[in-house]
């Protein structure tokens, strides 16, 4: 197994309790018909933190961020950004309040060039007179300054996701939220990854993100929150949760 180098990861401090909380997850549950997709969940993210969500797959990880992002109502619960409660606000408000989303499958338009993707991000955020240069320093940001302007779809799944992350960043956000960025990348595109979030959150991004590739989330995650059957199973950092014996059971099937 390929591992991904963990060069300055954070993860073994504990996150200071001085720090804001950027936002704030209160008993929030989701039941879809009969099916409760969450129970009860709690999540706190201060700013700085690169903070992780994982668990089993249908553990409620996506739910989550679908309900902060507003593209799920919460049946229960209350979301609050920045000491402000943005529950049930529709996505392009959560948006403009300062979270910003890269899904799991890159949600870029292949038949478009990689300029016309960033402008059709950035046009309702950045003033027209600056686009071009907010561009050029976001597609610098996230190391795909050196591609030119090809059509997206002549670009490798790893440039796509790179692409789409400076997609999410031309909002401007107060906090980025990343669902399973390492998918489908390779060893090499995966470290490339993992060193460029860090270097994002070295430049004040605060970071929520799911992920199951242990490795990856190892070299970057600073607190982890771990879901198991739709409620908070255990949260700490990450040497903490893998010390977990029941956490690593999950993981396992062991149960």
């Known amino acids: 197994m390929n591992e991904i180098q963990e060069t300055e990861r954070p993860g073994s401090e ?19 018909g009969g099916i409760t997709a969450l129970t009860d969940f709690n999540l706190t993210v201060r700013q700085g933190d690169i903070h992780c969500l994982i668990g089993p797959n249908g553990a409620g990880k996506t739910t ?16 609050e950004l920045n000491g402000h409660n943005i529950t049930g606000m529709k996505s392009h408000e959560v948006v403009k309040r300062g979270i910003s989303i890269k899904m799991q499958v890159p949600g870029v338009y292949p ?20 686009l071009d240069a907010e561009i050029d320093r976001l597609i610098k940001l996230v190391k795909i300054d050196n591609l030119g302007n090809p059509l997206v779809k002549n670009l490798s799944h790893g440039q796509q996701q790179w692409l789409e992350i400076a997609m999410a960043l031309s909002s401007h956000p107060n906090i980025l939220f990343l669902d399973e960025p390492a998918a489908g990348l390779g060893p090499e595109e995966t470290q490339f990854t993992a060193d460029l979030v860090k270097e994002l959150n070295a430049q004040g991004m605060t970071i929520l993100f799911i992920e199951h590739d242990m490795n990856f989330v190892r070299a970057i995650a600073k607190q982890v929150t771990v879901l198991h059957h739709g409620k908070k199973f255990a949260e700490g950092t990450l040497d903490e949760i893998l010390s977990n014996e029941e956490v690593v059971q999950i993981y396992l099937g062991k149960q």
């Open 111 to 130: 038949d478009l060039t990689l300029r016309e993707n960033m402008i059709i991000a950035a046009q309702n955020f950045v003033p027209k007179k600056d």
């Open 64 to 79: 989550v961020l679908k309900i902060i992002m507003g593209l799920y109502p919460p049946s229960a619960g209350r979301v």
């Open 14 to 32: 504990r996150p200071g309790s001085e720090r804001p909380v950027v936002l704030e997850v209160k008993n929030i549950a989701k039941r879809f």
